[in-house]
């Protein structure tokens, strides 16, 4: 274990560990120490944290709530469980904490445009809401199978004032997204800011989306405190890229109490090869300027993933998440598709809450967890997002689970 806090990571390099770093080309480098200097900056700026807080809460709607989830809780006959909100924030899920910051952190920089790669849309859509409230020019980089699937992201960003640009090449989608706005990053550094969707990529970015992220379990350790006067026993979240989760654990990462499990998809099943659950089944590698847990191919290049939840569709995770998994301070499980779906509509019925699927994983773990321990222990999920986004797609692929008798 670590004898220091996990909140000195990662070090002035970027490295948590082994994990993390900055593997960029040279053109890029002092466009990052630009940005990373700006990260160390803007933490001890009054005026930027006033700002950053007023649209925290004016307008994204902060504090999001801890709610109770009474029904299930008796249900299941175990452990209390906690919902943190997050689906109830402006465009409906967690993202849109660090693409406030992303944005205003560019605009003080002096940039005229932000630009970044979305998969499903949702970071698109968040980005582009950012960058219209902060005032700044928005081009998102899609896949054109993914503007094929996700019309109504596309047609929201576009009303938000983003350019969507499409990109044709390879699978089309959320891979060849992040290398063509890389690439046109490198052209247009200058001016343009890139806002990376999770904590992933090049230092600083992991770090400065844990920061932006972190504000989740500030919140939820005062929420906690008025509630039942002690620490959560386990805080649970999906992990894609992983920004949700940290921002979860952050303030918990040195309470040895709490106990913290971040959720992969485990897709189709884990022997399945179609899943991505990168901490189970990966091994260290390189991908998007960082190191860290990779699935991959033998040559070394990212597998081919899936998920049903897109937001969780990614073969690599943020370095901090490596690392505090071969630390042990977090343990990583998983939960595959029909779990998911299970969870989806069982949460809908019983809460009157539809979660995103990607959420959906993290509950469906905890259902299965809460009946093991006792009426007094206490979990909470991050409730990354809503899932209005889905319940077209689980009502076609999921019939079944949709309309059949999951109440027993
Ligand atoms: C994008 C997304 C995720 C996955 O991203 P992380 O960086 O792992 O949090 C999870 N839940 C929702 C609702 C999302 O939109």
Redesign the pocket.
Known sequence: MLNQSYKSLPNEKGYYGPYGGALVPPILEQALQEVAQAFEEIKKDKKFQAEYGRLLRDYAGRPSPLYLAKNISADLGGAQIYFKR??LNHT????INHCLGEALLAKRLGKKKIMAETGAG??GVALATAAAVVGLECEIYMGTIDIAKQSDNVTKMKLLGAKVVPVNEGGSSLKEAVDSAFAVYMQEYQDTFFAI????GPHPYPAM?AYFQSVISRELRQQMSEKSKCLPDYLI?????????I?LFYDFLDDKAVQLIGVEPSGQGLDSGRHAATLTLGKPGNIHGMKTYLLQNEDASPSAVHSI?S??D?PGI?PFHSFLKDEKRVKYVSADDQEAVKAFVYTSKREGIIP?L??SHALAYAYKLAPTLDKEEIIVVNL???GDKDIDYVIQEFPEIAFGDILK
């Open positions: 997050e689906d409906g899920a967690h993202k949702q970071h969707g999770s904590v992933v989306v979240a999906c992990v894609g890229g992983g920004s949700n989760a921002g939840a937001g969780l990614y943020g995103a990607e959420s990354s997002g809503r």
